[in-house]
C-alpha cells in the first residue's frame, strides 16, 4: 500500500479511520479534565502551541495507537507483522517521543524509527499521525465555541496546519477546514490565507473542467495555493481529512502549473 496513491481502497480505510477517530475523539473530548479559556489565548497564535497542559495523555494515546493498528490490519492483514514489530513493548518514553514526534509532523524521526525496525517507510508516521488526530480533533471541539475570534497567520487556528482545503458556501463565504484537527475556521477579509496579502487582483482562479464544483485559488505574491470547494449537501458534513483527498487531483494540477510551497 502506498498512501500517496488514492486508491478506492486507500479511501476505504480512511473512511474506517475518520469514524474511529469521531469515536475516539467523542470519549476523549468527555474524559478531559481541562478546559480551553479563550481569555488564556492570544488569538493570533494556534490553539494548540498556547496550551499548558498536553492534550495527549500517553495512556489514551496508545490506546489509540491500538485502535489504529486494528483498522489497519482489519484492512491490510499483511501488514501485521510489521505493525507488531513497530508497536509491540513500546516504552513510556517511546510513547512520549512519539506524541512529540506526531505533534511537530517529524518525518525523519519516523523515517528513521521505520528504518531502524526495517519497516516500509510510511507506516510509523502514519499510525502516529492516525492515532494522534482525535486528540487534535478534541481540541478542536473545545476550541469551537471562539475560535472564530482567531486569525493565525497561514495555518490553521487551532492545530497550526498550512491551510489547503476551504469549502464555498452559497453567499461566497469561505470556511477554512483542517485536515489534521477538523477545525472550521470563516474567513475574515479576502486575502490570500498565506501571506494575507489582501490587495484587489492578487488572487486569482484555475478552474477545473472535470470538476464544476471545485477551483483553485492561486496568489500572485507567495504563489501559494488553496482547494475552494462548493458546498453541496455530502460535502458539508464529509471530514475535512477525507475532502482533502478527494480533491488530491487539485493539489496536481496546482503543482503542475508551479504553485505551491514547495515549489
Ligand atoms: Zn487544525
Ligand atoms: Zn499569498
Redesign the pocket.
Known sequence: MNPNVVSEEYMELQKQLSVHQKQLCNSIVLSMDFTIRREDLNAGLPVLSQLKYTPVPAGLYLMAVKKVETVLISHQYELKEELNRLTTNLTEEDVYSWIKHAITFNTEYFQGLAEKKQLSPWLPQFLAEHALRPFMQGVAVLSQSFINEFDVMGTCPCCGEPHRLAKLASNEQKYLCCSRCETQWKQHKVS?V??G?DRKGNLFYISILEDNRAKIEV?R??N?YLKLITMIDQTEVKSAALLDLETLHLDFVAQEEGFGKDI
Open positions: 490570500c498565506h501571506c496579502d496568489c505574491t507567495c501559494n
